[in-house]
């Protein structure tokens, strides 16, 4: 069916100019159960690997050994003996990623002031978009260690849940967008020296804007934020730069972007959605895997064939063997499986001409969920089988 | 025991939610056009921003107002997808008048601050939103007259989001301990957790969305919001009975048996066709054992389970029609959740 190019993930994990791979797609595609189960293929295939997920489901989290939150990547054990590369994974803590980053660019005395205030505390945990702009800030973390210390030689992330899909993509900018943007430098403004004086500079709008502030947000929490910001000033410069170097370290040929999809109209349109935002921002998608696709065992039966032969089992049910009515029912169930299997190519080959040159591979549904190495294992070796 | 509320049809405010892919548009979808077929007036709402309805109902995408989606006699259903810049900027003009400083905000990015960088304050401005659609009302101020919506259906963030989402107090506390903003959180969570309102939770007979499930209503009750029901998506009747998976496990010469049946009605079994059906069985049984434990694990909940089927051809098609048909049967369910 397929006449787009094959997506050969066993050459991509094998490609030492490889070493950022990105896993994307919609909530509940199974983004993290890929990201795993490539990171655990290469692995075993001689890289040095270290997984970031974001919010992995607690069996999956047994099974890579993570069993607290300690934003440290640490090794995987388990992987089979002979195997030359090694395996670390890590699970994001967002709040403390912030508080690293604060630590790292404030002076003792300043981060401590940052740390304790009460709207650094709520934005450093809930603010829209900081679990993806920690999730950045992560991998350029891991990246610079990755090459100060030779620790890995490839990066597999798994991307956040997000409200929108590319929310990751988006985050980053928009906070360095924010940083940069008056509305900060007229929160910052009161708490300097001055702040009269300085907010001259604007025009009368900017005076209009504070007294508003102030009425819709109350004056406490404006005293807070005022706080923050003129806490935070002096690192503003660093956040924006390690957002844009993050961001360009994402469209490097070195990093790969995978869209995970499963084989229904919705997955597949909001990975139509990515597909076409990454090519807007240039960033090197490497291809489409279209994860839980159902398949036949039996693939010389038609669906049509099958149905007729039930049929006619159950019209002879005088003298049946002890096994027709079991041999009805598996022809009805090849039925049922064949004609999900077919809708959901038909799924797929619309995405496929819709993007003829994005490269595409399946990895067929398993029976049951995914919660131990060997299950990684084996989502793994789908993954590269479907290329061969 | 708590009450939720007589039955699911007495609700004003319907919050549907489950993990990611469950189907959760759909079966919000669904139950709205089930409330209007039973003749009432129904806002559909979605905060996401991913234009869902319009692709369930397959209509242009919405904007800010709401628009007609299904008048069906009685009742009617509309759709709206909130803004978060929108719904700030008409909650600025509503309770404080500010025409020309909403404009002002905008020009200095504070309305770009408050809906995607400040903290929490683009969920009070969402589920506020929904909020006002609740108590809207026809007459000259808010509490005159009669409610506007019968039913308000909101399509709701995932499980791994709801609970903040929800628990707007909690989240504007660290930042608003006093002033308008506190206020407005703390008429939502009346709301929210009042008898007129239930969550609802999409969950599927698969491992990681029981998983979720089971820690959302946890999550939930311990922040007594009242629960509805547990819509059990996309359920597949088992193809095979309980002496197929016995003879699937214990018969020997299986191969050659099914091999002759398969002869008896003209069909040339080779015999990687006869193992194929074999596995495709085994794996069969396999998922309905698994999804009968799911099942309990829901069970144990202590909500209503309500299963919709898989339908062949999506909800393309009219398939959300068959699905709301299911759903008004349930209508009038008295609703009983434990805190």
Not at chain 1, 5 to 19: E, Q, V
Not at chain 1, 53 to 76: C, H, K, S, Y
Not at chain 2, 56 to 77: A, H, K, M, Y
């Amino acid at each position: 069916m397929s006449t787009s190019p094959h997506l050969d993930l066993d050459a991509l994990i094998a490609d030492r100019g490889i070493g950022v791979v990105v896993c994307c797609g919609a909530g509940g595609v199974g983004k993290t159960t890929t990201a795993a189960a490539l990171g655990l293929r290469a692995a075993e295939a001689g890289r040095r690997v270290v997984v970031l997920t974001i919010d992995p489901a607690r069996r999956l989290a047994q099974a890579l050994g993570l069993t607290e939150l300690d934003n440290t990547p640490r090794p995987v054990a388990g992987l089979t003996s002979g195997a030359t590369g090694s395996l670390d994974a890590m699970m994001l803590d967002m709040k403390r990623t912030f508080d690293e980053v604060v630590e790292a660019h404030a002076d003792p005395e300043k981060a401590a002031q940052i740390l304790a205030n009460p709207f650094y505390q709520a934005v450093s945990s809930s603010f829209a978009g900081t679990q993806e702009y920690m999730a950045m800030e992560k991998l350029g973390q891991l990246r610079a260690q990755a090459e100060r210390d030779g620790t890995w030689d490839l990066i597999v992330v798994d991307t956040p849940p997000s409200r929108s899909a590319l929310d990751f993509l988006d985050a980053p900018k928009r906070l360095g967008s924010f940083l940069d943007g008056r509305f900060i430098r007229l929160l910052a403004a009161p708490a300097k020296a001055g702040g009269r004086a300085y907010l001259k500079v604007f025009s009368v709008g900017v005076d209009l804007a504070a007294r508003t502030l102030s009425k819709v947000l109350g004056g406490q929490m404006l005293t807070d934020v005022q706080t923050f910001v003129a806490a935070l000033d002096t690192m503003f410069g660093g956040f924006r730069e390690r957002a844009d170097v993050t961001y360009a370290l994402l469209k490097e040929e070195s990093t790969a972007f995978l869209v995970v999809a499963s084989p229904e109209r919705d997955a597949l349109r909001e990975a139509a959605y990515f597909v076409e935002r990454l090519a807007a921002e240039s960033m090197p998608l490497a291809g489409l895997i279209v994860n839980r696709l159902t398949t036949v065992s039996a693939t010389t039966l038609s669906a049509a064939r099958a149905l007729a032969a039930a049929e006619q089992l159950e019209e002879h049910e005088s003298g049946a063997s002890v096994t027709a009515a079991l041999t009805g029912d598996l022809l009805r169930l090849h039925e049922d499986l064949a004609a999900t299997a077919n809708r959901q190519r038909a799924h797929v080959s619309r995405f496929e001409a819709a993007h003829p040159r994005v490269p595409s591979t399946t990895v067929p549904a398993r029976a049951t969920d995914v919660h131990d190495l060997a299950g990684l294992r084996a989502v793994g070796a789908a993954l590269g089988r479907a290329t061969a | 025991m708590t009450l939720v509320s007589a039955a699911l049809s007495d609700l004003r405010l319907h919050v549907v939610t489950g993990k990611g892919g469950v189907g959760k548009t759909t079966v919000a979808s669904a139950l709205a056009l089930a409330l209007a077929q039973s003749g009432k007036r129904v806002l559909l709402v979605e905060v996401e921003g991913r234009q869902g309805i319009s692709q369930t109902f397959d209509v242009p995408p919405l904007g800010i107002d709401e628009r007609l989606l299904v008048n069906s006699g009685d009742g009617e259903l509309w759709g709206l997808a909130v803004d978060a810049k929108a719904a700030l900027l008409e909650y600025l003009q509503i309770f404080y008048k500010l025409g020309r400083a909403g404009n002002a905000l905008e020009k200095v990015g504070a309305i770009d601050f408050a809906t995607t960088i400040a903290p929490g304050v683009r969920d009070v401005l969402l589920i506020g939103k929904v909020y006002e659609a609740v108590g809207r009302t026809d007459g000259p101020r808010r509490g005159q007259g009669a409610c506007v919506w019968d039913a308000v259906v909101l399509d709701a963030p995932p499980t791994g989001r709801v609970g903040r989402f929800l628990g707007v107090n909690a989240e504007v506390a660290g930042i608003a301990r006093m002033g308008p903003i506190k206020n407005q959180a703390d008429s939502i969570t009346r709301l929210l957790q009042s008898t007129n309102t239930a969550v609802h939770l999409v969950s599927l007979l698969e491992e990681m969305p029981v998983q979720e499930t089971i820690d959302a209503v946890t999550e939930l009750r311990s922040a007594r919001f009242g629960l509805g029901l547990c819509v059990v998506n996309l359920v597949r009747d088992p193809l095979l009975d309980e002496r197929d998976t016995d003879l699937l496990a214990q018969t020997a010469d299986l191969e050659a048996s099914i091999k002759a049946d398969l002869d008896s009605v003209g069909v040339r079994a080779t015999g990687p066709m006869v193992r194929g059906l074999l596995s495709q069985g085994r794996d069969h049984a396999d998922r309905i054992l698994l999804q009968d434990e799911m099942a309990t694990e829901l069970a144990e909940t202590g909500l209503p389970l309500i299963p919709l089927p898989a339908l062949v051809d999506g909800v393309e098609e009219g398939g959300i029609s068959v699905l709301a048909e299911i759903l008004a049967e349930v209508l009038d369910t008295p609703l009983a959740s434990a805190p």
